[in-house]
């Protein structure tokens, strides 16, 4: 249980186009939808917080018309990143949070990721 | 102001050698705190939620526990497949249930 998948695993683009990456929660529904950005050798950095039906709420320093964030569904997040340019490649990271209130639903379910190569 | 610091920032286990990895943590009123493992190129795995002091839990050859300061993830008679980035996070209080990440601890299991 608990799988969450991410489309695509890879990109290569040219700079000025934009990419779509989604993210799914394949076994169960999701409130809130995480979207990370990881570096090389470094710990996972925050870039959003992604509520159903709702604006995402970006991290300082995050442009959001840069990122565009739609979570449409209850298992669907999708990560625009618009007019890419070579400084954006980096490896990208969604998680799911699992529906409801109890203490034991806290976890946060982690993608396989995407890696944005952007030429 | 809230962080997470692991330690050791890496660490190099010969096949069997058991050890411990720490996570410290300065946040009050802690939610739950999270263990992932995360092996390059991939994204993290989950591996334990703890919630309060005291608490352990047991997975194969991993062991975490909490205290309120502190967590630490035991690792016994490691393997070469348990090789990998261990991350911890903590969740503070409040309804944006965002965590604070630690920068990780990369292991590397000799054969």
């Known amino acids: 249980g608990a799988v969450v998948s991410q489309h695509p695993s890879w990109v290569i683009c040219k700079s000025g186009t934009s990419v779509k990456i989604e993210c799914r929660s394949l076994?169960?529904?999701?409130?809130?939808m995480f979207w990370y950005r990881q570096f090389p050798k470094q710990s996972l950095m925050l870039m959003a917080t992604s509520n159903e039906g709702s604006k995402a709420t970006y991290e300082q320093g995050v442009e959001k018309d840069k990122f565009l964030i739609n979570h449409a569904s209850l298992t669907l997040s999708t990560l625009t990143v618009t007019s890419a340019h070579p400084e954006d490649s980096s490896f990208y990271i969604c998680s799911a949070r699992q529906f409801g209130t109890s203490s034991s639903y806290n976890e946060q379910f982690f993608g396989p990721g995407t890696r944005l190569t952007v030429l | 102001e809230d962080q997470v610091t692991q330690s050791p920032e890496a660490l190099r286990l010969q096949e069997g050698e058991s050890s411990s990895l720490n996570c410290s943590y300065t946040?009050?009123?802690?939610?739950?705190l999270f263990w992932y493992r995360q092996d390059p190129g991939k994204g993290p795995e989950f591996l334990f939620t703890l919630y309060s002091a005291g608490e352990e839990k047991e997975k194969e050859r991993l062991k975490a526990t909490l205290t309120k300061k502190e967590s630490f993830l035991h690792i016994t008679a490691p393997k070469p497949e348990d090789s990998a980035t261990y991350l911890c996070?903590?969740?503070?209080?409040?309804?944006?249930?965002?965590?604070?990440w630690g920068l990780g601890t990369s292991l590397a299991v000799n054969p």
């Open positions: 996070a903590v969740e503070p209080p409040g309804n944006n249930r965002k965590l604070i």
């Open positions: 076994d169960f529904q999701a409130t809130t």
């Open positions: 946040v009050s009123g802690l939610r739950g």
